[in-house]
């Protein structure tokens, strides 16, 4: 077997964003001597690994839900402030249906604006000119878009880190069986 207890390519960090880098066990009773686990011990110590893999990735997946669901969001109001820019200076009124509360519409005559008002959040409007609006809502997609790349990778390292941990998992437990049955065979 191979005298290194673990191996990783030069190119795996050690962690991404806290979330710890697994390594991959070639010679398992190696690695236990150098971590000072027995099997039991080394069994127990993966499983939990396992769990904090899966926590994380329940947080990086509601995470990725809400990006989701915020970019549609920022892409419509982008919309409707281009519109309002194309109707500018055009003497013409704009009708549009907005939302009052949930499932209750109503109908507004929108007369030649400058400005907007953008919900930014914790119940906080603010009033831009339709420019301002434009430059925000455009900053704010490019952001939430690579905020969205950076969490999809962060799931595929983490991933990664889990089918690593299993595989490990399964090495340390067929190991244990094999070292039980050569003491019972002795």
Same mark, same amino acid.
């Given at each position: 077997?191979?005298?290194?207890?673990? +191996?990783?390519?030069?190119?795996?960090?050690? @962690?991404?964003?806290? =979330?710890? %880098?697994? +390594?991959?066990?070639?010679?398992?009773?190696?690695?236990? =001597?150098?971590?000072?686990?027995?099997? #039991?011990?080394?069994?127990?110590?993966?499983?939990?690994?396992?769990?904090?893999?899966?926590?994380?990735?329940?947080?990086?997946?509601?995470?990725?839900?809400? /990006?989701?669901?915020?970019?549609?969001?920022?892409?419509? *109001?982008?919309? =409707?402030? +281009?519109?309002?820019?194309?109707?500018?200076?055009?003497?013409?009124?704009? =009708? %549009?249906?907005?939302?009052?509360? @949930?499932?209750?519409?109503?109908? %507004?005559?929108?007369?030649?604006?400058?400005?907007? *008002?953008?919900?930014?959040?914790? #119940?906080?409007? /603010?009033?831009?000119? *339709?420019?301002?609006?434009?430059?925000?809502?455009?900053?704010?997609?490019? #952001?939430?878009?690579?905020?969205?790349?950076?969490?999809?990778?962060?799931?595929?390292?983490?991933?990664?880190?889990?089918?690593?941990?299993?595989?490990?998992?399964?090495?340390?437990? #067929?190991?244990?069986?094999?070292?039980?049955?050569?003491?019972?065979?002795?």
């Amino acid at each position: 077997m191979a005298s290194a207890s673990t +191996s990783s390519s030069s190119g795996n960090p050690a @962690e991404r964003r806290g =979330i710890p %880098a697994a +390594s991959f066990v070639e010679d398992v009773q190696t690695y236990l =001597i150098q971590s000072g686990f027995d099997a #039991n011990s080394a069994l127990a110590f993966l499983q939990e690994r396992l769990q904090q893999y899966k926590i994380a990735e329940m947080k990086l997946l509601a995470q990725q839900r809400d /990006l989701q669901a915020k970019i549609p969001d920022i892409e419509k *109001c982008l919309g =409707i402030v +281009s519109t309002i820019q194309a109707k500018k200076g055009t003497g013409e009124d704009l =009708i %549009a249906d907005f939302e009052v509360s @949930e499932g209750i519409y109503s109908r %507004a005559r929108i007369e030649d604006s400058n400005s907007v *008002c953008l919900w930014l959040g914790a #119940n906080v409007m /603010l009033e831009y000119s *339709c420019e301002e609006a434009n430059e925000l809502l455009k900053k704010n997609l490019e #952001n939430a878009k690579a905020s969205l790349e950076v969490l999809i990778a962060d799931l595929q390292f983490l991933r990664d880190q889990v089918t690593i941990t299993q595989v490990t998992t399964a090495r340390v437990y #067929n190991w244990d069986v094999h070292q039980r049955r050569i003491k019972q065979t002795t």
